[in-house]
């Protein structure tokens, strides 16, 4: 059997025993994208426009890193309310990420970005004095929010929902934690994400996104209008939620489940995980498919990450750490959990439990580093490790893909042909 797979901007043939059972997984595609008429019913259902009139108004917005469709939104909002662009002030919800590049500028706002500059921010996770504290957490630590949310009568933030690694779900409070808020309070909720009960589509017992709820009540003084989209890969939107944060982000979550998640109802013995551009560029990023498709491999099984990683490691930190990781306990070598050590922590608890492969162009003692087995012939590896009965998923863009045996995900077909 062929199966065919992207890698490193061309693609592999990979060649699999004919006795091989193999079932192929990839997120749905939209058919017939939500429009402008349909975002107008929403807005009137909502009440949106007391808030898209508003003299005082701040959007909050994703940065490059996502794909949000933010711009084709502005053009339904200019559509609704001619104007509103050219008065309203725009703040980057970066989170802990970099600042915005000017492509990330043209990325977010395409042909609306001359007319927002002006009146364009970003926030920076690090500037404490941009930030006001808005609360104590569980932790009994400072919660800081950038102070511009507190500036304004009104807020719309514009977001995306799609399964996340171990938030759950991007989207929803996520525009205001981690997007807006401290590099301490992020670093405490990221670093719970060493517990594998952290995981994509959980939102319940997942203690990532417990903390990320329980921050929600110290905003709940600013008046807030949740504009929630579902999107698939190639950015048609299926679905425009609108209303309050919390009641936006739930309605989305159960439409992008139903566009990522596949549930199975038996593991596999391998699982191909195709990773797609501009995740495939580095070993940092490739990690969001073991992820997403652990949990569909039987015990002592196989998971294969295919991504040529062209642009290198990734980040620094992580390598490092890695290199001084004590792997016997599963801790930072000097016993301090740091930013991004929760990254190491999974990757070694998947080890143990099956084999996580990489199929890159990175030196094999790169790899080696990062808790993955490298290999290079993928056909020749697999010969070894199948038989007659073996069971194999294909995974493709394993990065936005989620198969799951929770009993809860709707059931689909073994096959990409998903459609919503």
């Keep these: 059997?062929?199966?065919?797979?992207?890698?490193?901007?061309?693609?592999?043939?990979?060649?699999?025993?004919?006795?091989?059972?193999?079932?192929?997984?990839?997120?749905?595609?939209?058919?017939?994208?939500?429009?402008?008429?349909?975002?107008?019913?929403?807005?009137?259902?909502?009440?949106?426009?007391?808030?898209?009139?508003?003299?005082?108004?701040?959007?909050?917005?994703?940065?490059?890193?996502r794909h949000t469709p933010t711009e084709q939104v502005l053009g339904w909002i200019e559509q609704r309310h001619p104007g509103v662009v050219d008065h309203a002030h725009f703040l980057i919800a970066t989170g802990t990420h970099k600042p915005p590049t000017e492509d990330h500028y043209r990325t977010i706002f395409g042909r609306f970005l001359e007319r927002v500059r002006p009146r364009l921010h970003f926030?920076?996770?690090?500037?404490?004095?941009?930030?006001?504290?808005v609360g104590v957490d569980s932790f009994d630590q400072s919660v800081l929010v950038n102070k511009l949310a507190l500036d304004f009568e009104r807020i719309v933030v514009i977001g995306s929902v799609e399964p996340h690694y171990f938030a759950g779900?991007?989207?929803?409070?996520?525009?205001?934690?981690?997007?807006?808020?401290?590099?301490a309070t992020t670093e405490r909720n990221h670093n719970m994400a060493n517990s594998l009960e952290?995981?994509?589509?959980?939102?319940?017992?997942?203690?990532?996104?417990e903390h990320l709820q329980s921050l929600l009540p110290m905003v709940s003084n600013l008046k807030i209008l949740s504009i929630q989209l579902v999107a698939d890969v190639s950015h048609?939107?299926?679905?425009?939620?609108?209303?309050?944060?919390?009641?936006?982000?739930?309605?989305?979550?159960?439409?992008?489940?139903?566009?990522?998640?596949?549930?199975?109802?038996?593991?596999?013995?391998?699982?191909?995980?195709?990773?797609?551009p501009p995740i495939d560029n580095n070993l940092y990023q490739v990690q969001k498919a073991v992820e997403n498709c652990h949990a569909a491999v039987v015990?002592?099984?196989?998971?294969?990450?295919?991504?040529?990683?062209?642009?290198?490691?990734?980040?620094?930190?992580?390598?490092?750490?890695?290199?001084?990781?004590?792997?016997?306990?599963?801790?930072?070598?000097?016993?301090?959990?740091?930013?991004?050590?929760?990254?190491?922590?999974?990757?070694?608890?998947?080890?143990?439990?099956?084999?996580?492969?990489?199929?890159?162009?990175?030196?094999?003692?790169?790899?080696?580093?990062?808790?993955?087995?490298?290999?290079?012939?993928?056909?020749?590896?697999?010969?070894?490790?199948?038989?007659?009965?073996?069971?194999?998923?294909?995974?493709?863009?394993?990065?936005h893909t989620v198969l799951s045996t929770n009993d809860t995900i709707q059931s689909t077909a073994s096959t990409r042909e998903k459609v919503i």
């Design 198 to 209: 952290a995981a994509p589509l959980k939102l319940e017992g997942n203690p990532v996104a």
């Design 123 to 133: 926030h920076v996770a690090t500037d404490r004095a941009s930030m006001v504290q």
């Design 169 to 183: 779900y991007t989207g929803g409070r996520k525009g205001i934690f981690p997007g807006l808020c401290d590099i």
């Design 299 to 399: 015990d002592g099984g196989l998971l294969l990450n295919i991504a040529a990683c062209r642009e290198g490691i990734g980040s620094d930190f992580f390598f490092n750490e890695a290199a001084r990781w004590d792997s016997a306990n599963n801790r930072p070598g000097d016993g301090v959990y740091r930013f991004g050590s929760h990254k190491l922590t999974r990757m070694v608890l998947h080890q143990r439990r099956i084999r996580v492969c990489l199929k890159s162009e990175l030196p094999d003692s790169v790899v080696s580093t990062v808790y993955y087995h490298p290999i290079d012939d993928i056909a020749e590896y697999l010969g070894g490790k199948l038989n007659g009965n073996s069971r194999v998923a294909v995974v493709h863009d394993a990065a």
């Design 236 to 276: 048609r939107i299926g679905a425009v939620c609108i209303g309050e944060l919390e009641k936006s982000f739930t309605r989305a979550v159960e439409i992008a489940e139903k566009m990522y998640a596949h549930r199975i109802t038996e593991p596999y013995d391998a699982v191909l995980c195709e990773v797609l």
């Design 1 to 65: 059997m062929e199966i065919q797979l992207a890698y490193g901007g061309s693609h592999l043939q990979v060649t699999l025993p004919k006795s091989v059972t193999v079932d192929s997984f990839a997120p749905a595609y939209v058919k017939s994208p939500v429009g402008y008429s349909e975002f107008v019913a929403e807005c009137d259902r909502s009440g949106a426009e007391q808030f898209l009139s508003a003299s005082s108004l701040l959007f909050v917005v994703n940065d490059g890193f």
